[in-house]
């Protein structure tokens, strides 16, 4: 135990040194190895801003028929044309997977949370968008 300010002792956690984190034996580089982990966030003035990781975000980016890159923006005249895009691209893939179909191939913690839900906060601000005739943006 360690003594703190005026000999008070001081209960708690030291810091490692990076010895005792090389010790353990663990590299975190491979552990995130191909995961994405960079969050991105869609702005509008008529939504409140959503925050998505860049995994799913850059897919429903590229199904809005828009290029991925980020930062990116969608002009109030093809907001309408990227939800229509976007709403096609979600049913396509619905009906590929057979997402809403119950299936024994569930795994033991739950179903998996389909594209399209994860979608749906982002849809919404596109149509608020659309409706306010206003653009919307991304970036990191």
Do not use: C, Q
């Given at each position: 135990m360690r003594s703190g300010r005026l000999g008070a002792p001081v209960y708690g956690f030291d810091a490692p040194d990076d010895n005792d984190v090389a010790d353990r034996g663990v590299d975190y580089?491979?552990?995130?190895e191909g995961c994405t982990l960079m969050p991105i966030t869609f702005?509008?003035?008529?939504?409140?801003n959503i925050l998505m990781l860049d995994s799913v975000a850059l897919e429903l980016i590229k199904k809005m028929g828009h290029s991925g890159s980020v930062p990116g923006s969608l002009a109030a005249d093809d907001v309408a044309g990227a939800?229509?895009?976007?709403?096609?691209?979600?049913?396509?893939?619905?009906?590929?997977?057979?997402?809403?179909?119950?299936?024994?191939?569930?795994?033991?913690?739950?179903?998996?949370?389909?594209?399209?839900h994860r979608a749906l906060p982002l849809v919404?601000?596109?149509?608020?968008?659309?409706?306010?005739?206003?653009?919307?943006?991304?970036?990191r």
């Open positions: 580089g491979s552990i995130f702005r509008s003035k008529h939504s409140p939800l229509d895009k976007l709403n096609a691209a979600l049913a396509r893939a619905a009906a590929a997977t057979g997402a809403d179909a119950p299936g024994d191939d569930e795994p033991e913690d739950g179903p998996a949370v389909s594209l399209a919404e601000m596109l149509e608020k968008a659309r409706a306010a005739g206003d653009y919307v943006i991304w970036e």
